[in-house]
C-alpha cells in the first residue's frame, strides 16, 4: 500500500468518527425542527381562535347596542305619547302598556347579551394568553435549533448544550399552555 492510500483511509476514518460523534447533534436539530413546526401550527392555530371569539364578542356587542338604541327609541317614545294631549286615550294607554312590555323583554335581554359578550371577551384573552405562550416556545425552539447547529460548523459540543437548554425553555413554554385556565 502507498504512502498516499494509508494517507486517505487515515483522513477517511477520522472523519468518519466526526460524523459518529455529531449523530446525536444532527437528531437533535431534527426533532428541534418538528419541535418547531408543531408550535408554530399550534400557535397560529391559536391566534386564530382569538380573532374568531374577537369577532363573535363584537358581533355581541353590536347587538347589545342595537337593542339598547331600541328599548331608549321606545323609551322616549313614550315619554312624548305621556306628555301630549291626546284624543284617543285609551289607543294611547294601549301603546304605553305595549312600549312598557318591551322595555321589560329588552332589559333582560341586554343583560343576557352583555353577559354573553364579556364571557366571549374572557376566551378571547384566554386564547391570546395561550397563543403569546406558543409564540414563546416557537422562538426559544427556533433559537435552539439555531445554536445546536453551530456545534455541525464548531465542532465543539458546548453549543449543543446551551441549544439544548434553550429547546427546553420551549418546550416547558408550549406546555405552559395545558396548565391555563
Known sequence: MEANEV???KEHAEHGAHETTLRPVAFTMSVLAVMVAITTVLGHRTHTEAVLF???ATDQWNEYQAKNIRR???SLAANVLSSVAIGDRDAAAKNLKEYANHQAKWD???KELQEKAK???EKVE???ARADRFDLAEALLEIGLVITSVTLLTRSRIYWYFGIVFALGGIASAVSVLGLK
Open 54 to 56: 374577537q369577532n363573535k
Open 108 to 110: 333582560e335581554e341586554l
Open 119 to 121: 364571557g366571549l371577551e
Open 7 to 9: 494517507q486517505e483511509l
Open 72 to 74: 331608549y327609541d321606545t
Open 126 to 128: 384566554h386564547a391570546e
